[in-house]
């Protein structure tokens, strides 16, 4: 089955810097990437995905770039701010199976 | 629209005590639901999920159950908890295949005392 290794576990930012969280997967049929944004005691929410057919994709101040070849994905957050700390997870999917698998979250501390 | 509702938010419940978390989709048919628990705030951990009614596969062996008794209903069910029941738990479904976005319940915080 699929495994998603997801990099830092914890990222700290002063407001306005960038942000940058990393995901690894392991099946090459693989072909649907998303990103959730989940904030305290709440359910996580689509935030971006990224299909295999594309490079990159971007949506106001976050972007996410897939590299199918080493397989691996990222979430850019630019021009962080207190409203973005949240916890972050990758996730990939391929059409031979019925469940998205995630990574274990990144924890984002934006300080003011 | 679709949309997804799960109850109860919050639940104290004794050890050994049985359990009943149910979750239901609007506006759709035929969905992927989906059963996931989250301990101490961070990774979503896969429980069950179920493809058609009463199609359920498991993820991880334990004392937990869950059934879909109609189409659109996923019920996650205990005879008997455990103080390691406690934790998060989410509901979710995608529209028929696994590699589309998810859609979560508003989650339960189960704590077992």
Redesign the interface.
């Known amino acids: 089955g699929e495994n998603v290794e997801q990099h830092p576990s914890t990222l700290s930012v002063q407001e306005g810097d960038s942000a940058v969280i990393k995901c690894t997967y392991s099946d090459s049929a693989?072909?649907?990437f998303?990103w959730y944004k989940q904030e305290?005691?709440?359910?996580?929410?689509?935030i971006i995905?990224i299909r295999s057919n594309v490079g990159e994709k971007k949506d106001q101040r976050i972007a996410v770039t897939l590299n199918k070849t080493a397989k691996h994905f990222s979430l850019h957050i630019t021009e962080t701010q207190p409203e973005d700390s949240a916890?972050y997870?990758c996730?990939a999917?391929?059409?031979g199976?019925?469940?998205?698998t995630?990574g274990?979250?990144t924890?984002l501390l934006v300080s003011p | 629209s679709q949309t997804i509702h799960q109850w109860p938010a919050t639940l104290v419940q004794p050890v050994g005590s049985p359990l009943s978390l149910e979750c239901t989709v609007e506006g759709t048919s035929n969905p992927n639901l989906y059963w996931y628990r989250q301990a101490a705030g961070r990774g979503l951990q896969l429980l069950f999920y179920s493809v058609g009614i009463g199609q359920i596969s498991s993820e991880v062996p334990q004392n937990l159950s869950a059934s879909r008794p109609q189409d659109r209903q996923f019920i996650l069910s205990s005879k008997k908890l455990l103080l390691s029941d406690s934790g998060f738990y989410l509901c979710a479904w995608t529209p028929g295949q696994g590699n589309t976005e998810a859609f979560f319940g508003q989650g339960t915080r189960l704590t077992v005392v």
């Not at chain 1, 305290?40 to 689509?46: D, E, I, N, S, T």
């Not at chain 1, 199976?97 to 998205?100: A, E, H």
Request: proline share 12%; no cysteine; charged share 15%.
């Open positions: 693989s072909n649907y998303p305290l005691g709440k359910r996580p929410q689509l995905d916890v997870f996730a999917a391929n059409p199976y019925s469940t998205l995630f274990k979250g924890m």
